[in-house]
């Protein structure tokens, strides 16, 4: 007897029970006579916060059931895992919740619906529920069971903390409204004599409330005629639109409604309603007008106020008259920041709650604590009113989507906004799950054993739940308070500060050394700029006196940092009279960061910026680095060649853009290389840094710039040919991108190769045609390689039927004929990447028709064929590579390179895309997608080859990123050397890393190759 019940005993610890004498006491009572031997029951029991309280919880409710609803209940609970895991895990988490249950048991039939993890009711859903309360102990009842479901979902992990606050603003929503319709349904003539509507502020009108918060509100009300209609003369009674009535109709509505939440009866309490944030707080009147809450706002409203409007919405009442309020309020809010002395207010106002703290208090004070929730509310919020004002994607009401939009706009670094959103979201879980205990009102950690041990096992620790909880508090608040000094004290000059006092004077002794010190080649020259930038008292020159320190160590943080320097002070010297210049890098710390990055990682994007130096705005911006669409890109293109007067200036407009498109491709690449923080030592990607995503966006761009370029290209050569359009064009004409072009895989110093197609307008001499089209794309081509200091876009046209040999422009019908009788293989094996790319769409489309049966053969390939593609591969590798290269680092002819993959996935497109349609595509990485997916290529080789030709890919464009120049191997300058291993990730000093890791790769790339390609 005694053995058996020591191993009961253990068997209770092991589950996680804390007095498995009691818990032993319960299994074997009456209430869970028909489940106690299960051991599914003891292993969910085990997997609550509490396994102690959940199983008192189920014996309170299984008891207060009738037999045949207990046997439902139990018959249920060991056969459906997902009520089983709701209920006691509702049960484990909050005694309150098992209290309700043991009053209401039937209400655990709310429990048994399993909620999918997309399932996100809303203030809809609520509604049905509360609207059918009679009465405010009926409404308390119908509160807590909405509250019995989101507390499942919250428990079990079908709901984030951003949905699981969401679901609570929208139950307080909903109760104010079932609470609001009740009020009126009892005060018939009030109702009647005013429209009232309900704000809801805080967390509440957040859309993040917790499980128990006061729901603060403001009130505002006119009379029930419209918003413009007159007030009634003074002393009439009877008048309908007199606000005097209203005002006082809508109070006791008001008043009624908040007691319907706030009164405690048998039923408990739902929450306190809080109007404290009217204006004039508690001394101020209950309900005002429209104009009431304007003219307040305008006169007397403090800093606070405004940034607690920042949160305010609609949540009940009137919803026009609620709308008219946030469109008056609205305007006031985003122009708070002009205030005088705002950020001094914003930030004393955050310093007097942490001093009203009780100090007994301060460690365990989640909310109002330094490192605690506020922290990083007031750090957004902050934020938000001094960057909202201009711009309308930050002001969200909700704190994490702020976070969110704050960091997507540049203005909090990427990491520094992940760790504040991690930190935010554990910490208010904690809040959450502190609170849903006893459902009351607070925000202090416990200190007692227990409940630090429930709190621990509900947020996942299990192992050691004090330890674990301890740890993982202390460290989101150090990182938030951290972060909280960073941004909300010092928004701007955090970098400065840590450089310390002699770096930020730049006094020639000093700076020399501490030049030295971060890397400067050539300290001397490095003094020069700075001397020339920061010397004078002129407000330009106090500017560039707080950037340059930042500045220096950004420099300092690549493989370069004298080029930046000496860009930087190139971009200052053209743009240095240009107001928003340095108001830019001033005020909006990720531009700066941008720019530094971009002079110093090479050669392209400066010597594109230095011809167009106010593209640095594009760094400024939220959108500013993400390319235009195409259709939108082209239509730009169109517009600025149809103004030109001239062919000649139209190409010279339509390089214009390509320029600052090409730029904006680069600087993109680069800051997403190397993530937008420089906090750290060497540079690290970001945690979604991904190549192959890096190298498709950037062949992306590349591609709709060059395609864009081309079709205003071809725009200003048909124009140029047909005498201004005077005259339409003899003959359709049609640009069919073919090799890379064709593929949509440019790099950045890709040449375009294309075929050029006519066809012959109904009725028109085909000599005269031909002739006209001949001038076209004669003329296309001698508008694009105008000499200039952009990198040129070479149009090759040498993969036409018989090559430099053959005519460059054929009619349809010659194309046809031709691959008809002569085509070789390289040439089918050429127009595997053809696709029309600019000039008539319906043309292009009749090419793709015409040469897809000659690019897929229906029969495949015959073992002639392959044998001459195989020879072509090896006399291409033989002949075709560079005297001295050396073929195990040569990107694109070398070993595992380029040519070694495309021609590998080519092979399989010519032999098996006639049956397998999804082969269709001129893209190599989709190509090899696809024919892994078909079986052709097993997936651990097509791994090893996308690896190698996105490897492949990054080395080209990081040569010419570096060199400004195209480049198929690596530079030999050890210096340009270095910053394309920086570009591809390695640490500097790692070089030899890098070039051993190439060679590893393209080694096994190559072994693949010899496989499938020359075996077969």
């Known amino acids: ?128 529920v509360l609207t059918a309360a009679a009465d405010p102990d009926a409404l308390r009842r119908g509160y807590r069971r909405c509250l019995l479901g989101i507390a499942a979902r919250d428990v079990c992990g079908t709901g984030d903390l951003v949905r699981i606050a969401a679901e609570l603003a929208d139950l307080a929503t909903a109760t104010l409204r079932a609470a609001l319709a009740m009020a009126a349904a009892e005060q018939p003539q009030d109702a009647a004599a005013c429209r009232l509507s309900v704000i809801g502020m805080g967390k509440c009108g957040g859309h993040e409330l917790n499980y128990v918060s006061d729901v603060d509100v403001i009130f505002v009300a006119e009379p029930p005629g419209g918003d413009q209609a007159p007030a009634s003369p003074a002393g009439d009674p009877g008048a309908p ?17 908040m007691r319907i939440c706030s009164d405690t009866t048998a039923e408990g309490t739902i929450w306190p309603v809080d109007a404290n944030l009217r204006p004039e707080g508690k001394n101020g009147p209950l309900v005002r007008t429209l104009s009431s809450h304007l003219a307040y706002y305008k006169r007397w409203a403090k800093t606070w106020e405004f940034q607690a409007l920042l949160k305010a919405r609609p949540v009940a009442g009137d919803a026009a008259l609620g709308a008219a309020y946030m469109d008056a309020i609205r305007p006031m809010v985003w122009q708070a920041a ?77 990491a520094d906004a992940a760790s504040l959103d991690d930190a935010y979201r554990f910490l208010r879980l904690m809040e959450h799950r502190i609170q849903l205990q006893k459902l009351r009102r607070t925000h202090l950690v416990p200190d007692t054993e227990a409940d630090l041990r429930r709190l621990g096992r509900g947020l996942g620790f299990r192992a050691d739940p004090l330890a674990g909880l301890n740890g993982e508090w202390k460290r989101h608040a150090r990182e938030v308070r951290r972060l909280h000094e960073k941004l909300f004290y010092r928004p701007l000059l955090d970098a400065v500060a840590q450089l310390g006092p002699d770096d930020t004077r730049l006094r020639p002794g000093a700076a020399r050394e501490r030049l030295q010190a971060l890397g400067y080649a050539d300290p001397a020259a490095a003094i020069r700029h700075l001397e020339a930038l920061a010397s004078g008292v002129s407000r330009k020159a106090a500017i560039q006196r707080t950037l340059l320190p930042v500045l220096l160590a950004w420099f300092a943080d690549s493989a370069d940092p004298d080029a930046g320097l000496l860009g930087f002070r190139k971009v200052s010297d053209a743009l240095g009279r240009t107001p928003w210049y340095l ?132 725009r200003a050569a048909v124009r140029s040919v047909t005498d201004g359009d005077a005259q339409p064009l003899p003959s359709r004409f049609a640009v069919i991108a073919m090799g890379r072009f064709g593929g949509r895989e440019l790099g950045y110093g890709s040449d375009a190769d294309v075929l050029f197609v006519h066809e012959p307008r109904e009725g028109v001499d085909q000599t005269e045609a031909a002739r006209a089209a001949g001038a076209v794309a004669d003329e296309l081509r001698r508008l694009l390689q105008v000499p200039t200091a952009d990198p040129p876009l070479i149009i090759d046209a040498d993969l036409r039927p018989e090559g430099k040999s053959g005519p460059l422009v054929r009619s349809l019908a010659s194309y046809q004929a031709y691959y008809r009788r002569w085509s070789l293989v390289w040439e089918r094996h050429a127009l595997l990447r053809a696709a029309p790319v600019a000039g008539d769409p319906g043309l292009g489309e009749r090419f793709v028709a015409l040469i897809d049966p000659y690019r897929y053969p229906e029969a495949g390939l015959d073992d002639e064929a392959v044998r001459e593609i195989r020879r072509l591969k090896a006399r291409m590798e033989s002949e075709r590579m560079p005297r001295g290269s050396d073929p195990t680092t040569h990107a694109k002819l070398g070993r595992g390179g380029l040519s070694d993959v495309e021609w590998t996935v080519q092979l399989l497109q010519l032999e098996h895309a006639a049956r397998l349609p999804s082969l269709r595509t001129t893209g190599t990485r989709r190509a090899l997608a ?78 693949v190759v010899e496989r499938l390609f020359y075996e077969g």
């Open 1 to 128: 007897m005694q053995g058996r019940r020591s191993s009961t005993f253990s068997r209770l610890l092991r589950h996680g029970f804390t007095d498995p004498g009691t818990a032993e006491r319960l299994l074997n009572g009456d209430a869970l006579s028909a489940v106690r031997s299960d051991p599914v029951l003891l292993d969910a029991l085990g997997a609550t916060a509490d396994p102690d309280q959940a199983l008192l919880g189920l014996v309170r409710l299984a008891e207060a059931l009738a037999d045949g609803e207990r046997r439902t209940l139990l018959d249920t609970l060991t056969a459906a895992k997902p009520l089983r895991d709701r209920l006691l895990g509702v049960l484990g988490a909050s005694e309150a919740l098992g209290d309700h249950l043991a009053r209401h048991p039937g209400d655990w039939h709310a429990l048994v619906t399993y909620e999918a993890a997309d399932l996100h009711p809303g203030v809809d859903d609520f509604e049905r």
């Open 241 to 257: 639109f007199d606000e005097g009535r209203a005002v006082q109709a809508a109070t006791r509505l008001a008043a009624r409604m």
């Open 338 to 414: 002009d205030r005088e002395h705002f950020v001094t207010d914003v930030q004393q106002m955050r310093r007097r709650v942490v001093d009203n703290i009780p100090a007994a208090q301060v460690e365990r004070e989640l909310k109002l604590g330094p490192g605690g929730l506020r922290d990083v509310e007031f750090a957004v919020q902050l934020l938000q009113l001094v960057h909202g004002r201009t711009d309308t994607s930050l002001r969200s009401g909700t704190t994490l989507t702020a976070l969110a939009d704050l960091a997507a706009g540049g203005y909090v670094g990427r």
């Open 583 to 714: 108001r830019l890098l001033r005020d909006e710390g990720a531009a700066a960061q941008r720019l530094a990055r971009v002079l110093s990682s090479g050669r392209l994007a400066p010597d594109l910026l230095m011809r167009a130096p106010e593209a640095v705005a594009l760094l400024g911006t939220p959108d500013g680095l993400r390319p235009p669409g195409h259709a939108a890109l082209e239509q730009e293109v169109l517009a600025a060649v149809g103004r030109a007067d001239t062919p000649e200036q139209g190409a010279a407009a339509v390089r214009g853009i390509r320029r600052r498109e090409l730029f904006r491709t680069a600087a993109a690449d680069l800051i997403d290389t190397y993530g937008d923080d420089v906090e750290h030592d060497e540079p690290t990607a970001p945690a979604e840094w991904d190549p192959g995503a890096l190298v498709d966006r950037v062949a992306a761009a590349v591609y709709g710039l060059t395609s864009a370029t081309l079709s205003g290209a071809l």
């Open 930 to 1007: 696809a024919a892994t997916a078909e079986g052709l290529v097993d997936a651990a080789d097509a791994a090893v080859l996308d690896d190698a030709w996105v490897l492949a890919t990054r080395v080209r464009n990081a040569v010419m990123l570096v060199r400004g120049r195209p480049g198929d191997t690596f530079p030999g300058d050890s210096r340009e050397l270095a910053a394309v291993a920086r570009y591809l990730g390695y640490p500097p000093g790692h070089v030899g890393d890098m070039l051993e890791d190439y060679r590893r790769r393209t080694r096994r790339a190559r072994a």
